[in-house]
Structure formats: C-alpha cells, structure tokens
C-alpha cells in the first residue's frame, strides 16, 4: 500500500534556480515527516524534517512546507547546485514512533551548471 | 560516513539459495531497522529490532527473518531466493525509544539472484 507518494519520478532544474520536490500521503494519523537524500553506491542520509503541529521548517537551503489539510508536503530548495542532485525519498512515521517509517518512491533531482 | 557498516556490500548467487546480510548499527544506537529496495520502489520496511527484541514488523517475507544479537548487530536471513528478491537491502539504525527522529542508513547490500 502506497501510504506516501511521489508522483515525479525525476526533475531537472538550472543552477540557481528553485527546486520544489513534492510528497503526498494517504494517513492521515502521520504526524512526522521527513526528506532524505540519496546519492549513487550510498545510503540515504537525514535531510530534514517536519512535526505536524509545522507548517513550515527552514535549514538553510531547504524548506520544508506541509498542508496537512491536502496531505501534502513539499522541499525546496533555493538556491539550487549541481551538488543537489541526488534521489530524495519522502517519508512519514505515525505518532511517537518511527518503527514503522513509511517511504515515497524517490525523485531524482537533476541540477544542470 | 553514516556510522552503519553492513556486509557484504554485493552478493550474487541462484535461485533456491539462502544468504545472509549483516548489520552493525551506529556506536549506541539500540534500534535496527530493514529495509528492502526494489528496482524503481521506495523504500519498504522489512523489520525493525530494538535492543535485542524483534520491535515492528512490516512487509517481510516469511522466507526472510532477521535477529539483532547482544553486541546489537543484526542478521537479515535470506532463503529459498527468488529472482524477484534481488534488490537493494538497507540497514539504518537510531537510538530508539519512542522518540521521532531521523534513521542513520548504511550504504546497502545489493542482492542479485541469477
């Protein structure tokens, strides 16, 4: 069951420019969500993250946005940089515990110089 | 460097066959947690451990199973494999408890079954 989605399976965005990789889920009883990014031959690696009780999360770069109303949340990512381009997954855990963590399929995100 | 080593880092072998991936989560984390990567699939919860005990269970076949030991490294079992189990298989780690937070991954084991 596809509880979190990533409906682009690619994007490809110029330097500089903003990138904004979207997410949505069906359960609503998630209340954390997270990014993570992933290069070739390594593991994926913590992004950022988003309580429900957010709408928004700043590092940086990174935004994270959520609507919980629409169940969906977003990443961007300004200014972007060839070094962004990696997959990133999506992921959301049911409250106070991250046992059962459930993943998006991933968006591969291109920068070109 | 996440801090999570799993071995070994490819594996080919047949149909039939049983493997077995192994796991050292990061330097005081209690929890362990498997993951499989299909081709073009997102990342599917197999199982989790934490301090020993098995903790949640997701997709998992009932050909894999998996145990955390006391030094807290894990084994994911791997039998009667079909073509369809080739994949990528993560481990990641975390301190556990009931506390959201992010997961540390190792850099995978990719199974091919020929």
């Known amino acids: 069951d596809q509880q979190v989605k990533q409906n682009s399976p690619s994007l490809s965005v110029q330097e500089g420019r903003i990138s904004i990789l979207n997410c949505d889920y069906t359960?609503?009883?998630?209340?954390?969500f997270l990014w993570y990014k992933k290069y070739p031959a390594e593991g994926p690696t913590f992004l950022i993250s988003?309580?429900?009780?957010?709408d928004k999360n700043e590092d940086g770069r990174f935004t994270v946005f959520l609507n919980k109303s629409a169940k969906h949340l977003s990443l961007h990512i300004v200014p972007s940089q060839p070094g962004d381009s990696a997959v990133y997954f999506c992921?959301?855990?049911?409250?106070?515990?991250?046992?059962?963590?459930?993943f998006g399929a991933g968006t591969r995100l291109t920068v070109k110089p | 460097d996440s801090g999570v080593t799993q071995t070994p880092k490819h594996l080919i072998t047949a149909t039939g066959q049983r493997v077995t991936l192994r796991c050292s989560p990061r330097?005081?984390?209690?929890?362990v947690y498997w993951y499989q990567q299909s081709l073009d699939q997102g990342l599917q919860f197999l199982i989790q451990?934490?301090?020993?005990?098995?903790?949640a269970k997701g997709n998992i076949l009932e050909r894999f199973s998996a145990q955390q030991f006391p030094d807290l490294h894990s084994e994911l079992n791997l039998s009667s494999l079909e073509l369809g189990d080739s994949a990528l298989y993560f481990c990641?780690?975390?301190?556990?408890?009931?506390?959201?937070?992010?997961?540390?991954f190792g850099e995978g084991s990719r199974l091919t079954v020929l």
């Open positions: 990641a780690s975390s301190v556990g408890g009931l506390n959201p937070g992010e997961l540390f």
């Open positions: 359960n609503s009883m998630f209340d954390y």
């Open positions: 988003i309580s429900s009780i957010k």
């Open positions: 992921a959301a855990s049911v409250p106070a515990s991250i046992n059962d963590m459930r």
């Open positions: 330097s005081g984390d209690l929890s």
């Open positions: 451990y934490y301090n020993g005990e098995e903790r």
